[in-house]
Nanobody
Framework: QVQLVESGGGLVQASGTLRLSCVAS????????VGWFRQAPGKERDFVAAISWQGGGTTYYADSVKGRFTISRDNAKNTVYLQMNSLKPEDTAVYYC?????????????????WGQGTQVTVSS
């Protein structure tokens, strides 16, 4: 019984920045791996970034966002962030936060048990 709420989405011009937040309630993020996924109209829900509980918070990124996006966590606040820099129109999508009760992160969306409602990110050219 984990509830996730995303926030921070909006409209931004190309090359701009946004920071998404994912706040958990019901349970803490202790020992949970957390990932960000996104879905554009007519496309599959794709992996964006993930962070493990173990290994000092090992992170993983999709090639399309590597070097531009940064995932981090503040365990005291039960919050995971996605800092998005140098945004491009192709980043436009609904962004979802997901968690699973395992320490190791994965890129596979089917391995995540809990999902937020999503937050819209729109990048204009």
């Amino acid at each position: 019984q984990v509830q996730l709420v995303e926030s921070g989405g909006g409209l931004v011009q190309a090359s701009g920045t946004l920071r998404l937040s994912c706040v958990a309630s019901g349970r803490t993020f202790s020992n949970y791996a957390v990932g960000w996924f996104r879905q554009a109209p007519g496309k599959e829900r794709d992996f964006v970034a993930a962070i493990s509980w173990q290994g000092g918070g090992t992170t993983y990124y999709a090639d399309s966002v590597k070097g531009r996006f940064t995932i981090s966590r503040d365990n005291a606040k039960n919050t995971v962030y996605l800092q998005m820099n140098s945004l491009k129109p192709e980043d436009t999508a609904v962004y979802y936060c997901a968690a699973r009760a395992r320490m190791l992160a994965t890129k596979d969306r089917n391995q995540y048990n809990y999902w937020g409602q999503g937050t819209q990110v729109t990048v204009s050219s």
